[in-house]
């Protein structure tokens, strides 16, 4: 096939993207402020923070900041809190199963990584163990994170996210509750399988594909609360945060669906089709649901709409087109057809139109608040995970560049960028709305706020030790590998120093899930200083006009 | 019902683009690519060991994709010429790997064609390359006070053999190495294999 033909009208849809980017950008369409930003704010609510997640002092100090910048908010309206307490209160229950599971996959998946990663240093550690040979404990972390961890606190977090977003209690609860039985089921299996070494041996879809049938029958059934509930909407606007949950839940049942189908694919292509899940996986299911949290919590503890709110539709649909074509910029030097390699790389320096989007609104939204993220947990994570959103794709995008690489490529580079989208991003974002989140849910405040620091610097500074030193541990391996005087041990021997600071980043990120694990089970079994008020729910102080 | 409508009819139309240019349209042009006369399907014993290949996870830290002479020195190292997709014609699932933590095996047969040392290495790959970090499978062997007949023995470095007793490979251990052995695809191509 003509390489032209395809490359051509790729060249020009983007090209005319950025037309429409630019000449949106110049006319002002993207102005200050528009209606469908304030959808997620009661009557005169703009101006009033919400932050459960930190203490009462830290609330007041929060609120009081954001007076002087924005002027104290008008009284509000007690009818349409009422009517929030009502939502939050119809998605507790499901909330709540779908973010416990998640933390308890978060520790099994911590624990499966930490060995892995000791093993790549200490390779006859626990040798005799077939099931935690590397090639499995590996396979088991990916998949214990991926789709226990970040899949679940996604589902969890959408589901809470829905009601607010739409105005009306959640739909259909059962069918998200059987969704999540089914999922875990799929997952415990899946799991079980992996360690008895039963793999399907395509990256990110090792689980055998008749247990993977749970996973999409357990997809399916936890997106017919989001139609039941769409269909029961009260507000006129569809808020950004719900097209990105709504797309994300659509999408990711039917990239499984179309890896798993047996017995379609064949040699190369099944190649390719690999790297078309392995990326949309992340660019259509994990990346579109923490950016729904992002959009939703950053200007709701703020109390201020977004900045550009078209701006963060047009990320929307830009991100939609560019991220889905980029996986094939994993087999660049590979023996695929080189107009896919050639287009693969085009979309991914595309990819840099949605991402500057998403980073002009974000610093316009937080500027002048930046002092805020002393006050509140919330903001400190999603603050964080949002600038490392921004760090991942321009890296992504600069390492999708042929001379990069050639050189980053086949290293543990590629590991530590994985790890800058899958845990700094999204797994960063994910923590700081469980802060928001949880409080709401359990009715009760987060019994000790010292633990969530901890968490916070623990988690921090264990991904910054991993991921730098692999980036500088991969970089060095992949120019080791194409120094042909050089022997390949080299490039071996030079990782290790960096593997061993990974394990020490790995052990730090672990230690932090721990704390995090613990004050949550501490929060549920209502241990600790007894700290929750009434008026936290709906009518905190922050709210307390009456 | 306007904006879920363009919602989600956007989202299949997103999704659609991606799926035509990276699933389909390979698809369609790879699907009449026929195997090299240089290339033999595997035996049995070579598709056991495939699987084991799997089960071990060896993909993670081994490719199977030797790059171009003109981009890295992977022909210098012996790993092999530029593969092309006619070379994979009997590999279900594909095993290109994305890692190098080891070397790529896409030709180890020819570079590596000892019975012995690969099972040795597989045993113990600290035996016979110092500083490897390449786990060793012990549960793929047997150490017996006495081989039976039929037995392989595993030769090994005196420091790196059991003090009482010799190795002996397993049924796992055999198919995976009778796999390893069949990794060649030295033999040349012509231009319409070389293909896409």
Redesign the interface.
């Known amino acids: 096939?003509n390489p032209v033909v395809?490359l051509l009208p790729?060249f020009l849809i983007a090209l005319v993207a950025l037309a429409v980017f630019i000449w949106s950008m110049h006319r002002g369409v993207f102005g200050h402020d528009s209606a469908g930003a304030r959808v997620i704010f009661t009557a005169h609510e703009v101006g009033h923070t919400e932050e459960p997640a930190a203490p009462s002092a830290s609330r007041a100090a929060l609120q009081s900041l954001v007076n002087a910048t924005t002027g104290p908010g008008e009284p509000l309206d007690d009818d349409e809190l009422l009517r929030r307490v009502h939502a939050d209160r119809s998605s507790a229950t499901v909330t709540f199963v779908f973010l416990s599971c998640a933390i308890g996959w978060l520790i099994l998946g911590s624990f499966a990584g930490l060995t892995a990663s000791i093993?790549?240093?200490y390779?006859?550690w626990l040798?005799?163990?077939?099931w935690l040979?590397?090639?499995?404990i590996?396979?088991i972390h990916l998949n214990a994170v991926s789709y226990g961890w970040a899949s679940m606190a996604a589902f969890g977090l959408a589901m809470w996210m829905l009601p607010r977003l739409l105005k009306t209690p959640l739909q259909g609860r059962r069918f998200a509750l059987l969704g999540a039985v089914l999922w875990n089921a799929g997952l415990i299996a899946g799991i079980g399988s992996l360690a008895a070494?039963?793999?399907?041996?395509?990256?990110w879809l090792e689980i055998p594909w008749q247990v993977g049938l749970l996973l999409v029958a357990g997809g399916a059934l936890i997106g017919i609360p989001l139609l039941l509930t769409?269909a029961r909407r009260t507000v006129d606007?569809?808020y950004v945060s719900v097209?990105y949950v709504?797309?994300a839940l659509?999408?990711f049942p039917?990239?499984y669906f179309?890896a798993k189908v047996p017995g379609v694919?064949?040699?190369?292509?099944?190649?390719?089709?690999?790297?078309?899940y392995g990326h949309?996986v992340l660019g259509?299911f994990f990346t579109p649901l923490a950016q729904a949290s992002i959009y939703y919590f950053l200007p709701k503890v703020l109390g201020r709409p977004i900045q550009s709110y078209g701006l963060s539709l047009l990320g929307f649909?830009t991100q939609?087109?560019f991220y889905?074509?980029v996986?094939?910029h994993?087999?660049i030097?590979?023996?695929?057809?080189?107009w896919?390699v050639t287009?693969?790389i085009v979309q991914s320096i595309m990819m840099i139109v949605p991402v500057v989007a998403f980073a002009t609104n974000y610093a316009a939204t937080l500027k002048g608040y930046w002092g805020t993220l002393l006050y509140s947990p919330t903001l400190r994570f999603i603050a964080l995970g949002s600038i490392m959103y921004v760090l991942v794709s321009l890296q992504g995008s600069v390492e999708a560049l042929r001379s990069v690489n050639?050189v980053t490529?086949?290293?543990?580079f590629?590991i530590a960028h994985a790890h800058l989208g899958m845990y700094a991003f999204v797994t960063i974002t994910f923590f700081g709305s469980i802060y928001f989140v949880m409080p709401r849910v359990v009715e009760r405040e987060w019994p000790y706020p010292r633990l969530i620091t901890a968490h916070f610097w623990l988690v921090v500074i264990g991904m910054l030790v991993y991921i730098v030193a692999l980036c500088i541990g991969g970089w060095l391996q992949g120019l080791a590998?194409?120094?042909?005087a050089r022997p390949?041990?080299d490039?071996?021997?030079v990782t290790?120093p960096w593997?061993e600071a990974r394990s020490v980043g790995g052990a730090l990120m672990t230690a932090g899930h721990l704390v995090f694990a613990a004050h949550f089970l501490a929060m549920v079994a209502a241990l600790g200083p007894e700290r929750s008020r009434p008026a936290l729910f709906g009518l905190g102080p922050e709210m307390d006009h009456a | 019902m306007r904006s879920e409508t363009s919602l989600f009819g956007g989202a299949l139309a997103m999704i659609a683009a991606a799926t035509a240019v990276l699933v389909v349209l390979p698809y369609v042009q790879l699907h009449d690519v026929k195997p090299p006369a240089g290339l033999h399907p595997y035996t049995s014993a070579q598709l056991r060991g495939r699987q084991e290949y799997i089960r071990q996870g060896c993909t993670y830290c081994h490719s199977q994709q030797p790059r171009d002479r003109a981009q890295a020195p992977d022909f210098q190292r012996g790993w092999g010429r530029a593969s092309v997709a006619a070379d994979y014609f009997y590999d279900s699932p594909h095993l290109l790997g994305t890692m190098r933590t080891g070397p790529d095996l896409f030709n180890i047969g020819a570079r590596q064609p000892s019975l012995d040392w690969n099972l040795g290495h597989l045993y113990q790959p600290r035996a016979f390359v110092p500083g490897s970090i390449m786990p060793s499978f012990p549960y793929l062997f047997e150490v017996k006070i006495k081989p039976e007949p039929g037995d392989r023995v595993v030769t090994l470095p005196p420091s790196f053999a059991p003090k009482h007793g010799v190795v002996v490979a397993g049924p796992a251990a055999l198919d995976l190495v009778s796999y390893l052995l069949s990794l060649d695809h030295t033999y040349p191509l012509t231009v319409s294999e070389t293909g896409p």
């Open positions: 096939m395809i790729a093993k790549l240093h390779p006859d040798a005799g163990y077939e040979t590397f090639g499995r590996r396979t070494g039963m793999a399907g041996g395509l990256e769409l606007h569809l097209w709504s797309a659509f999408w039917i990239l179309v694919h064949f040699g190369v292509e099944q190649a390719t089709m690999n790297w078309w949309n259509y649909w939609a087109f889905g074509q996986g094939g994993h087999l030097g590979g023996p695929v057809p080189t896919l287009l693969s050639t490529h086949f290293t543990h590629t590998m194409l120094d042909a390949f041990m490039s071996v021997k290790i593997l």
